[in-house]
């Protein structure tokens, strides 16, 4: 018995639609992970503290939660204890009476009370460009 030729229609041999499914899927999920961490969500980024100024020492903290009370520990030539409270946008700016200059090691430590962290250490300030006039 000879046999005809094959019938039309799709060949259960090749079939990809199972395999085209699951990579349209994929994508799909790789474009909304994706989405979701380029708005400008600041709740995924992490606390920072920088220091903006020296006289008088003026300390910055960005990405906190927003409204978060903030305890400061601030440890230059003497220690002090302060505290703020970050914006909506988890920001907050805070002057010390500490007497500083370029050359003072600080060390500033924040602690919020919804669970964020920051510190900045300039344990070993750079001073080697402060003008000198030795005799």
């Known amino acids: 018995m000879e046999e005809g030729p094959a019938p039309a229609g799709p060949s259960h041999c090749c079939d990809t639609s199972g395999a085209m499914r699951l990579i349209g899927v994929t994508i799909a999920a790789l474009l909304l992970a994706a989405s979701g961490s380029a708005g400008g969500d600041t709740s995924s980024k992490r606390p920072t503290l920088r220091l903006v100024d020296f006289e ?42 500490a007497k500083t200059d370029r050359c003072t090691a600080v060390v500033v430590q924040a602690f919020g009370n919804r669970g964020s962290r920051a510190m900045v250490d300039m344990t070993t300030p750079d001073c080697a460009s402060v003008d000198r006039i030795d005799p």
């Open 56 to 97: 008088p020492l003026t300390v910055r903290g960005h990405n906190f939660k927003s409204g978060e009370r903030v305890k400061l520990l601030v440890s230059a030539r003497s220690v002090q204890r302060l505290a703020a409270k970050a914006s909506a946008r988890g920001e907050f700016t805070v002057e010390l009476s």
